[in-house]
């Protein structure tokens, strides 16, 4: 297993782009085609976040969490961020990355 975790992305149309989250050193890459929507989503991983998270079918506790702390915090993160940066991800489609496909952790 990598210790490489990998999120294709999209925003408008067909802008594609990904983030790699080094599961070692907690290092985020963010790639998008705009440089703009790309600042966009790099503030909001390095930005506390309030979320609802599940605790079960219909019991929700409210956390902030630092996306950029740990990869679970980072998947938790990713399932609000189009709602707050209108980037979407794209949960089932891999990452290619020179020709070999990365699909998400």
Known sequence: MSNVAYYAIH???????YIAFNKD????????PDETW????WDYLHTPQT??????LDVY???????SES?????LA???????TD?????????EIDGEFKFPE
Do not use: H
Request: without cysteine; hydrophobic residues 40%; negative net charge.
């Open 11 to 17: 925003y408008g149309v067909d802008e594609k782009g």
């Open 25 to 32: 050193n907690k290092e985020m890459t963010v790639v998008l």
């Open 38 to 41: 790309q600042k966009k989503v």
């Open 51 to 56: 979320i609802e998270k599940a605790l079960s």
């Open 61 to 67: 506790e409210t956390v902030t969490l630092d996306p």
């Open 71 to 75: 990869l679970e915090n980072l998947k």
């Open 78 to 84: 990713l399932t609000v961020m189009w709602e707050r």
């Open 87 to 95: 980037v979407q991800v794209d949960w089932s489609r891999p990452v």
